[in-house]
T-cell receptor
Framework: SQELEQSPQSLIVQEGKNLTINCTSS?????LYWYKQKYGEGLIFLMM?????EEKSHEKITAKLDEKKQQSSLHITASQPSHAGIYLC???????????FGTGTSLTVIP | DTEVTQTPKHLVMGMTNKKSLKCEQH?????MYWYKQKAKKPPELMFV???????INESVPSRFSPECPNSSLLNLHLHALQPEDSALYLC?????????????FGPGTRLTVL
């Protein structure tokens, strides 16, 4: 079973459109991270959320953490082709020094 | 400097070869990680080093042998690999091995086993 489930699995949007990616944990979250990956490349750290209700923004990307729902969302406003890639959430869900990644969301932005 | 470097970027090896992957960071981080990522799958944790000691080995076959010679370096020695070991190998580091420590990733080594 997957500790972290992401939805949707893939997303194709027109440039300029807004989109949201969700990450849901089956267990208590202890810090939630969002990463972006270009196919076959390393992971780029986007942001980290620690507290319930926390919201962070970087350029046109906003992430929120709902501790009660054990869920985080990543929202991209006015998407651009440069946003294309695979988005991964990651978290320690057991406080057991193990880091789990979500199932990933592949984003394509059509110019 | 928040950079983790990995060498080589690409590696092609035969099943009888012995090779090594190298990872380096100069952020003063005391935890370093190896992940394996197959195509279209999230990375899977292989090993965790905390203060130069192996703290987690996720049931990885012995043909993968990690080494942490000092706090800045992490190696992954490869021997007698199988074609199914072909993958992107990612290294990461964090301040310590705690749930709230951000892991910074290297660009990865693309390994192909023939």
């Amino acid at each position: 079973s997957q500790e972290l489930e992401q939805s949707p699995q893939s997303l194709i949007v027109q440039e300029g459109k807004n989109l949201t990616i969700n990450c849901t944990s089956s267990k208590t979250l202890y810090g939630l991270y969002w990463y972006k990956q270009k196919y076959g490349e390393g992971l780029i750290f986007l942001m980290m959320l620690q507290k319930g209700g926390e919201e962070k923004s970087h350029e046109k990307i906003t992430a929120k953490l709902d501790e009660k729902k054990q869920q985080s969302s990543l929202h991209i406003t006015a998407s651009q082709p440069s946003h294309a890639g695979i988005y991964l959430c990651g978290a320690d869900v057991n406080t057991g020094n193990q880091f789990y990644f979500g199932t990933g969301t592949s984003l394509t932005v059509i110019p | 400097d928040t950079e983790v470097t990995q060498t080589p970027k690409h590696l092609v090896m035969g099943m009888t070869n012995k090779k090594s992957l190298k990872c380096e960071q100069h952020m003063g981080h005391r935890a370093m990680y190896w992940y394996k990522q197959k195509a279209k799958k999230p990375p899977e944790l292989m090993f965790v080093y905390s203060y130069e000691k192996l703290s987690i080995n996720e049931s990885v076959p012995s043909r993968f042998s990690p080494e942490c010679p000092n706090s800045s370096l992490l190696n992954l020695h490869l021997h007698a690999l199988q074609p199914e070991d072909s993958a992107l190998y990612l290294c990461a580091s964090s301040q310590a091995n705690r749930a709230t420590d951000t892991q910074y990733f290297g660009p990865g080594t693309r390994l192909t086993v023939l």
